[in-house]
């Protein structure tokens, strides 16, 4: 370890031998002697200051008359400025203001505080948590929901028990349709002569409101249900119209509809206040949507669009 520092210590001391010796040369190399510069700076200033000298001395003297008038008209100038005395402020009245301040600060009287009396507070507590710790919380009973659940259960047993009428079965227009189709048939074929004096105008009419009436039967022989005005018993104007198009018709309250007798959208643009309380009390879960969505203003636009069913025509 000890040789180690002793290389250690012989390399630095040439190190710094090496760099005073490339110090010293660098120096003597690249600057010249202070000394001599400072004599030649001597030189050019005594030669600079004699030229100097010699030309003052070759101009003449000079006329310093201009400047000599100017610094008297500004020294007359200065003493023509006449700076006011001040006058004398009179403090006697803010002295006599300020002692009269003084004499009131001083003839204040501060009362001692006086320690509350908190024995009647105390004892209104003491008497507060005796009545606090004298109270007993009854035990919780435990609810007996039987007779609810024994409601339930034959309430539940009464809707299972509701049958639903089946609908009536469609009304067989078939022999209507083969009797017309003969009469059709038998108009036809009757030999008539070739006059323009015979209208057949009346028969064909005649003919277009039989099929119409096969088409779309009139409304006596559509069964209504009772309590109603427009409630079918099922759809014989035509396929049912899409009823979830109302605002707040889901799927199953359009089966719901069709329960109570509602296929069409003229139905419910038709109906009154009395329909609407009738149809309203059995919807049971869904009641009051009727008027919360408005379905009769609704049902009206809808009732006019080409797609939906058309009213039948009464004859």
């Not at 009179?90 to 009269?100: F, G, I, Q, S």
């Not at 022989?221 to 014989?236: E, F, H, M, W």
């Not at 643009?269 to 309203?280: N, P």
């Amino acid at each position: 370890m000890g040789l180690l520092l002793a290389k250690i210590l012989l390399l630095l001391g040439v190190a710094a031998l090496c760099g005073a010796w490339f110090t010293y040369w660098w120096f003597r190399r690249n600057y010249e002697d202070i000394t001599l510069e400072y004599l030649r700076s001597r030189e050019e200033w005594a030669s600079w200051r004699q030229s100097f000298e010699e030309r003052l001395v070759a101009g003449g003297a000079a006329d310093l008359q201009p400047l000599t008038q100017q610094l008297t008209a500004l020294a007359a100038a200065v003493r023509a400025i006449h700076i006011p005395e001040p006058a004398p402020s009179d403090l006697a009245p803010l002295e006599a203001r300020l002692d009269e301040i003084e004499r009131r600060i001083g003839a204040i009287r501060v009362p001692e505080a006086v320690a509350p009396d908190l024995s009647p507070l105390m004892r209104s507590l003491a008497a507060l948590e005796t009545s606090v710790s004298g109270l007993s919380t009854p035990a919780a009973k435990e609810l007996d929901v039987t007779a609810a659940m024994e409601r339930l259960a034959s309430l539940d047993s009464a809707v299972r028990a509701i049958r639903i009428p089946e609908p009536a079965p469609a009304l067989n227009l078939a022999p209507l349709e083969a009797r017309l189709g003969a009469l059709e048939g038998a108009v036809r074929s009757m030999p008539l002569p070739l006059s323009p004096s015979v209208d057949l105008t009346s028969v064909l009419e005649a003919i277009g409101r039989l099929q119409a009436r096969l088409e779309s039967p009139p409304a006596s022989q559509v069964a209504i249900r009772d309590g109603s005005r427009n409630l079918l018993t099922r759809p014989v104007h035509g396929k049912p119209d899409d009823l979830t198009q109302i605002k707040g018709v889901a799927k199953v309250l359009e089966r719901k509809l069709h329960n109570v007798g509602v296929f069409y959208f003229w139905q419910i643009a038709e109906w009154s206040r009395e329909d609407v309380a009738h149809v309203d009390s059995q919807l049971e879960a869904f009641q009051g949507r009727i008027d919360r969505d408005d379905w009769v203003t609704q049902a009206t636009e809808l009732a006019a669009s080409p797609q939906a069913a058309h009213r039948p025509v009464e004859h």
